[in-house]
């Protein structure tokens, strides 16, 4: 509900389709189409969290691997390689 959240007006350029179709989900849903956007914007703020996540397990485990250390560089030399 609403009621309780603070939220901003925002206005956006939808394409004939776009619009189309968030009004299809909106009616299946059964929700208003701002509620709708809502729900895949909060979706896809998550999903970038989840890449966040994906990077900071790659740098825990970079360089794990035993016996590597002579040909594979350290994060710090990889990171300054590429720049």
């Given at each position: 509900m609403?009621?309780?959240m603070s939220v901003t007006r925002t206005q956006v350029y939808l394409t004939a389709e776009q619009r189309a179709g968030l009004d299809e989900?909106?009616?299946?849903?059964r929700k208003t189409m701002a509620h709708v956007i809502r729900d895949a914007v909060d979706t896809y703020l998550a999903a970038d969290v989840d890449g966040a996540e994906r990077e900071r397990l790659l740098a825990d485990t970079f360089g794990s691997c035993?016996?590597?250390?002579?040909?594979?560089?350290?994060r710090d030399?990889?990171?300054?390689?590429?720049g």
């Open positions: 609403m009621c309780c989900r909106a009616r299946v849903e035993p016996g590597l250390g002579e040909r594979v560089p350290s030399e990889w990171d300054r390689e590429i």
